[in-house]
Nanobody, 113 residues
């Protein structure tokens, strides 16, 4: 079955960096449109970034210039490099495979000021 497993979340301070990973199985990863979303307490889930099968990336305005999404089709893994973290980046981050409407379990990112 489809499985997306996120890792790499944790606690960081403002200005620091974290890298999230999402390992996919049960899908044709190389043909999949992949994305990262986040949900902060009391807020709706929102798109952070997504990436096409050939690596074209799209970002939310709030993370442009700070976050980078990438993929390794040989490893069936999508990454989110998060630099210059801000307290408002605190949220649970979810991996998504659009064509399969599949979501990971989420990984918590907490940024302190």
């Amino acid at each position: 079955q489809v499985q997306l497993v996120e890792s790499g979340g944790g606690l960081g301070q403002a200005g620091e960096s974290l890298r999230l990973s999402c390992a996919a199985s049960g899908i044709i990863f190389s043909l999949s449109f992949m994305g990262w979303y986040r949900q902060a307490p009391g807020k709706q889930r929102e798109l952070v970034a997504n990436i096409t099968r050939i690596g074209y990336a799209n970002y939310a305005d709030s993370v442009k210039g700070r976050f980078t999404i990438s993929r390794d089709n040989a490893k069936n893994t999508v990454y989110l490099q998060m630099n210059s973290l801000k307290p408002e980046d605190t949220a649970v981050y979810y991996c998504n495979a659009a064509q399969y409407n599949a979501w990971g379990q989420g990984t918590q990112v907490t940024v302190s000021s």
